[in-house]
């Protein structure tokens, strides 16, 4: 399967902590994307970084991308209540296919 | 309403039924994607279309048929549900410059009885 994982499977953390969370792909890449996930809901796409690209800031978030170690990690800072979600990373093989990974549930408690 | 959605939201069926799913997204996209999630497997694309008449298959095609007649609409229809088509189902469509993102539809909760 080309199927990417992330790890941790689940995270708790406090508010105004960070969380990170990374994920591991299998084949070569032309970007890798995360997105978030909230409970009973579709999921939102939050960033894409290129594969010749290595870091990637948006608002509180920072994706990192080593092409070498075939990983991602996505950090979130200054975590709120409201970043309770499932976390994926997807990367893309190609023009049309875009591979999931697992997903990270993130519980951020008040 | 501008956007992606889907129909219906929650559908119970018996084994051997025929399922329609449906999707309609208001961007003109070319690209509309159907994955299915459960639990310990992610999300796992079934079929795709890169413009209208034109589909793909996914990973996990199997049981599962598409038709893309009209840019907006990409109906996903199970021809004779079985009970491990039980799953959530997301229709997503993307703009047609790659690499995008996409945009998912709030999805379909199917349950095969």
């Known amino acids: 399967s080309q199927q990417g994982e992330e790890d941790p499977q689940a995270l708790s953390i406090q508010e105004g902590e960070n969380a990170t969370m990374n994920c591991s792909y299998k084949?070569?890449?032309?970007?890798l994307q995360w997105y978030r996930q909230n409970s009973g809901r579709g999921l939102v796409h939050l960033i894409l970084i290129r594969s010749n690209e290595r870091e990637k800031h948006s608002g509180r978030l920072r994706v990192t991308l080593d092409t070498s170690k075939k990983s991602s990690s996505l950090l979130i800072t200054a975590s709120r209540a409201a970043d309770t979600a499932s976390y994926f990373c997807a990367h893309g093989v190609n023009t049309d296919k875009l591979i999931f990974g697992t997903g990270t549930r993130l519980q951020v408690f008040p | 309403d501008a956007g992606i959605t889907q129909s219906p939201r929650y559908k119970i069926t018996e084994t051997g039924r025929q399922v329609t799913l449906m999707c309609h997204q208001t961007?003109?996209?070319?690209?509309m994607f159907w994955y299915r999630q459960d639990l310990g497997h992610g999300l796992r694309l079934i079929y795709y279309?890169?413009?209208?008449?034109?589909?793909d298959k996914g990973e996990v095609p199997d049981g599962y048929v598409v038709s893309r007649s009209k840019t907006e609409n990409f109906p996903l229809t199970l021809e004779s549900a079985t009970r491990s088509q039980t799953s959530v189902y997301f229709c997503?469509?993307?703009?047609?410059?790659?690499?995008?993102?996409?945009?998912f539809g709030p999805g379909t909760r199917l349950t095969v009885l």
């Open positions: 279309s890169a413009a209208a008449d034109i589909t």
């Open positions: 997503a469509s993307s703009e047609s410059t790659s690499p995008g993102g996409r945009f």
């Open positions: 961007w003109s996209h070319s690209y």
């Open positions: 084949t070569s890449i032309n970007n």
